[in-house]
């Protein structure tokens, strides 16, 4: 039972072009959606975040969609940049202990 | 990352073995997860510990799971009788000062059993 769905395993954008990734979910519940970064031998790094009671934050060339009537969230960077390829995880989270429930990730690749 | 060192980062044993993993933060948080990620999978949940709460152990997969925290500090997640999938990568988190869910994560411990 996947609460947090991540449909597109890859994604491969060229420089300066837009990414964007898809995250769906299904638990009702969740009052709280992240983003996380990954870089191989490395642990996932915070990139973005939103509540529930907003349909859109941004942060620099991040910008994080968040539809609740389609429980459906996605991440958008522009301008991508090579060093923004990465497996990029969406989290969401309810209430007081803050456990995450992640997706499985989607692979960007940004060709130069 | 900066704020959490696992160690080791990488360890292969054989099947039927234990194996211990720590989690050392170098300052301190009250919040400190444990998680996996196996192979094509996301990162599954495993123990939570909040100060001096009883932790919560609702993500650990078997009884040959088990984990504590000593003096609010270091952690060991312990892996009796290792089973070929419990091969992961375990990945250790304290909850961040960038808002309330930005986790600073450990760069895991890689665990083969063979």
């Known amino acids: 039972d996947q609460q947090v769905k991540q449909n597109s395993p890859s994604l491969s954008v060229q420089e300066g072009r837009i990414s964007i990734l898809n995250c769906d979910y299904t638990?009702?519940?969740?009052?709280?959606f992240l983003w996380y970064k990954k870089y191989p031998a490395e642990g996932p790094t915070f990139l973005i975040s939103?509540?529930?009671?907003?349909d859109k934050n941004e942060d620099g060339r991040f910008t994080v969609f968040l539809n609740k009537s389609a429980k459906h969230l996605s991440l958008h960077i522009v301008p991508s940049q090579p060093g923004d390829s990465a497996v990029y995880f969406c989290?969401?989270?309810?209430?007081?202990?803050?456990?995450?429930?992640f997706g499985k990730g989607t692979l960007l690749t940004v060709n130069p | 990352g900066a704020g959490v060192s696992q160690s080791p980062s990488n360890k292969v044993t054989e099947k039927g073995k234990d194996v211990e993993l720590r989690c050392d933060p170098i300052?301190?948080?009250?919040?400190l997860y444990w998680y996996r990620q196996s192979l094509g999978q996301g990162l599954e949940f495993l123990i939570y510990?909040?100060?001096?709460?009883?932790?919560?152990k609702s993500g650990l997969p078997s009884d040959r799971f088990s984990a504590e925290r000593t003096g609010g500090s270091v952690s060991t997640l312990t892996i009796q009788r290792t089973q070929q999938e419990d091969s992961a990568v375990y990945l250790c988190?304290?909850?961040?000062?960038?808002?309330?869910?930005?986790?600073?994560f450990g760069s895991g411990t890689r665990l083969t059993v063979v």
């Open positions: 638990n009702s519940m969740f009052d709280y």
């Open positions: 510990f909040q100060g001096n709460s009883a932790p919560d």
């Open positions: 988190a304290l909850k961040g000062d960038r808002g309330a869910y930005g986790y600073t």
């Open positions: 939103i509540s529930s009671i907003k």
């Open positions: 300052s301190g948080h009250t919040a």
């Open positions: 989290a969401a989270s309810w209430g007081s202990n803050y456990k995450l429930t």
